[in-house]
Structure formats: C-alpha cells, structure tokens
C-alpha cells in the first residue's frame, strides 16, 4: 500500500516540478537576454493550451509513440523514487527516447526525420557514459539497486568526481541545450524549425512536453544521487548544476554531431573510463 501511494504522489508531484523548473529555466534565460520574460508558470499555461486543441497527426502512430515517450519517462521517475534497479532505469529511459525518435520517423517530414537522426546520434554520444556511471557506482556500493546505493557511508561524488564531471557534460545533451541541443531547442533562439518535434502539434505535442518533465525530474534526481548523504547539499548541488546548464546554454552556439560525439567520447567518456579504473583497482583489487 505504501509503494502504491508513493507511486500516485510521484505522478502528481513531478511533473509540477518540472513544470516550474522550466518556468525558472525561462526566466533566468530571460533575464540573462535582457528580457523580461515568461511569468514562471507560463509552461503550465502553454500545456493546457495544447491539450484544449484538436487532435491531427500525420500518421496515427504518432499518437502511440509520444504516449510511450511519456509512460517510459513516469516509469523512469517512479521506479526511482521507490529505490529500484538503477541500470533497469537506465533502460527505460532509452525506451523513452527510442519511442520519441520512432514517432518523428513515423512521417515523411525531412526536417522531422533529420531531428530524428540528430537525436540517435546524440543518444549515441551520451548512452556510453551513462553505462560507466552505473557501473562506476556499482564498483563503489556492490549494488545497482538505489536502496542499496544510498546506504553507502559516504558522499558518492568524493569516490566519482570524474564521473559527475562527465555526467554533468552529457546532462547538457539530455537537457538538449546549447551547444548540444543539435535534434530540437527548447528556446525560440535557436530556431524556428523543431526538429524533432516538427509533426508534432495539440495533445500530442502536449504529451511529449509532460513526458521532458518527467525526464527533467529524473535527470535532477541523478544528480541527487552523489550528494544524497545529505539533503540540503543535494538541493545546493542540483541548483548550481542546473543553472550552470542554462548560464552554458545561454553563452554558446550549437556544435556539430560531429564535434559533439567527438568531444563526448574523447572528454567526457575519457573522464567517466579514468574514474571507473580508479575505483574497479580500489573496490576490486585492493
């Protein structure tokens, strides 16, 4: 009965947080522009306004793939919250972006199917550094699950400093924000064209935005995780990670794929391997 509360209080509350994270997201980004910007809860606004519009798709499997986008992403968040298998997490996620990538490969839109691409490569880039992390913090605590994880007797990030670096590095990816955000832009700077989301419009598009709530949610909680020995330096670690996310996403320019695989595979898989070798010889040889 427990599980089946906190479940219900999961739904609810996530996606209220990342509603208003976005919200702040906007008006920092606002602000940084010179501008006034969005009231906070502007995304709210624009969420309901997609979900009063009628439904028209192109293809009618749209609807199915951006309905598992957002399943896949709440899954994600619960199974997290309820301190379950952190490398089964891991996998549902990938299923999250593999329907949202299915979804834009469903209609003939070339600038939908070419953010389509973008986005596999992107997960191309990043998925391996996710993998060094879990297994990096099952060499640390012996387990994957996140019960287990948190009983460990010290911060996470002092025996993972490299790993948070290079998770920090790919989170710029997930959150598709400059200069990675090379499959769509949650900010009207960068384009006018949405990439990947291009075919998507109404509830539909309203189920995939909720669904990048939920996945914000999740990504903060990652964050949490090396600082979880303590709740208020957790709170501190995710508010100075996050903005400095939107100071990077407002001080620089979309790279190339090109340059993006290079950089995370040499830089930031570079650093997740170094960590995970430090802590393989010091948990498993020593």
Not at 112 to 122: K, M, N, Q, T, V
Not at 242 to 249: A, P
Request: aromatic share 14%; proline share 3%; glycine share 4%.
């Amino acid at each position: 009965m427990k599980e089946i509360w906190i479940t219900l209080a999961t739904v609810i509350v996530a996606p209220l947080v990342g509603g208003v994270v976005t919200g702040i997201d906007r008006k920092i980004t606002a602000r940084m522009q010179n501008r006034f910007g969005p009231p906070i809860l502007q995304p709210f606004y624009d969420l309901f306004k997609l979900f009063s519009k009628e439904t028209i798709v192109v293809s009618n499997t749209q609807i199915l793939y951006a309905f598992l986008f957002l399943v896949f992403n709440i899954v994600a968040v619960v199974m997290f919250v309820l301190k379950m298998d952190l490398l089964l997490i891991l996998f549902i996620l990938a299923f999250a972006t593999t329907a949202l990538i299915l979804g834009a490969m469903a209609t003939n839109s070339p600038y939908s199917r070419i953010g389509a691409h973008r986005e596999l490569i992107s997960v191309l880039a990043y998925e391996p550094v996710l993998i060094a992390m879990t297994v990096a913090i099952y060499f640390v605590t012996g387990s994957f699950n996140i019960e287990d994880i948190l009983k460990h007797n010290s911060f996470l990030i002092l025996d993972l400093p490299f790993i948070f670096i290079a998770f920090s590095y790919v989170l710029t990816i997930k959150l598709r924000k400059s200069p990675f955000d090379l499959s769509t832009s949650h900010h009207g700077h960068q384009e006018l064209v949405k990439g990947i989301t291009t075919e998507f419009a109404g509830p539909v598009l309203g189920l995939i935005e909720l669904g990048h709530w939920y996945e914000l949610v999740l990504l903060l909680l990652f964050v949490w995780l090396f600082f979880a020995k303590n709740i208020f330096v957790a709170i501190a670690a995710i508010l100075i990670c996050y903005f400095l996310e939107i100071v990077i996403d407002n001080i620089s320019a979309r790279l190339t794929w090109k340059i993006m695989l290079q950089l995370t595979w040499s830089v930031a898989f570079g650093f997740a391997l170094v960590n995970l070798i430090w802590v393989y010889i010091k948990y498993r040889l020593l």
